[in-house]
């Protein structure tokens, strides 16, 4: 209540004359929350709220910089207090692509959001961003061990189990590092896409993008725990996306058989991060939410692990935790 009360202060100093009324617009899953500012005059303002002893405003305020620049709709920068950390924002609206996607819509939309991320990736320079390096993409598989394996399904790996791991881990990184590099936003999905009348799509969430594998962000939007898409779609955009990338000069193999066969390793890379994040948001931060999209990003992960000698230790382990049965509903 107090931080809201600040707020309210802080949007009066900067409209001294223009009653305004303060209603949740969202939050996150960190500390961020964002309230909508609606005007008497009509207009709208999404306040970002971000207390400074959690969150740094600094890096989203660098990346909507970049990605503004280089001509994507994230909302517009009108003010700031980054010792408040108060942040006054354009507003993107409330209708997600997850919200909007339909089998009538989805090759405008996704074709909107896939014209977007080359204008992005068109403008990665190195040294903007942080790094997305071997690490990284460590750190985050294991994840999955320790809060998938270890407490959502309560299980010990012995030492072999975690010795195949790692090996698996370390032939994942090496194709992850050998990818061109660009901009990525790192949670490019259906819920940080919004539908807007024009100028698809609004783009939010991106705080946290590096400098890193160039099929990381269509792995995020078309392998997506929110929402699965038969196969022969999902290559047929993948197709469109490659021949828009290699017309507008992006590093992307000229062989789109090796082009998606990185996008597939990329995508269990992610799975990985994103199986150790749910069960992590439920065990440790009290959040359920999350528990109903586990089966789909599973089903991603086996299906890649199935196509790729190299991944079939990761398969057979996944067998061993848990006996596959068959689930009608995921096509591969």
């Known amino acids: 209540m107090q931080r809201q009360q600040q707020l309210s202060r802080w949007l009066h100093s900067l409209f001294p004359d223009e009653p305004f009324t303060l209603a949740p617009a969202s939050a996150d899953a960190s500390f961020r929350r964002y309230f909508r500012a609606s005007f008497i005059s009509g207009q709208t303002r999404i306040v970002m709220d971000a207390p400074p002893q959690h969150e740094d405003c600094r890096p989203f305020l660098h ?3 970049l990605f503004e620049d280089a001509g994507t709709h994230v909302p517009h920068v009108y003010a700031q207090d980054l010792q408040q950390g108060f942040l006054l924002l354009s507003d993107l609206g409330n209708t997600t692509y997850l919200q909007a996607l339909s089998s009538n819509n989805a090759k405008e939309l996704y074709g909107a959001a896939t014209d977007a991320l080359i204008k992005i990736q068109l403008a990665s ?9 071997e690490a990284l993409l460590l750190r985050e598989m294991r994840l999955f061990p320790e809060w998938y394996i270890a407490k959502h399904l309560n299980v010990t790996l012995s030492d072999a189990q975690k010795a195949k791991l790692e090996t698996v881990f370390a032939r994942i990184v090496a194709n992850n590092l050998a990818q061109p590099k660009v901009y990525v936003h790192r949670d490019y999905h259906s819920r940080n896409l919004m539908q807007l009348g024009e100028n698809n799509p609004g783009i939010i969430d991106f705080q946290d993008a ?6 990381y962000d269509l792995a995020s939007l078309f392998k997506d725990a929110y929402i699965h898409w038969k196969e022969a779609e999902i290559i047929d955009w993948l197709i469109r996306y490659w021949e828009k990338a290699r017309k507008a000069g992006l590093p992307v193999h000229e062989d789109f058989s090796e082009f998606y066969r990185d996008y597939e390793w990329m995508g269990v890379q992610r799975h990985l991060k994103v199986l150790g994040i749910f069960a992590r948001l439920y065990h440790r931060d009290g959040k ?6 586990l ?3 599973m089903a ?4 890649a692990c199935t196509r790729y000698i190299d991944l ?9 935790l848990e006996p596959h049965i068959a689930q009608e509903g995921y096509t591969f």
Request: aromatic share 10%; hydrophobic share 35%.
């Open 63 to 65: 990346v909507a910089k």
């Open 125 to 133: 320079r190195d040294n903007e961003l942080p790094s997305y390096d």
């Open 210 to 215: 590096v400098y890193g594998p160039i099929t």
């Open 288 to 293: 359920d939410g999350y528990l109903k999209d």
């Open 295 to 297: 089966p789909l990003v």
């Open 300 to 303: 991603y992960l086996r299906a």
């Open 312 to 320: 079939k230790p990761l398969l057979n382990l996944l067998d061993t």
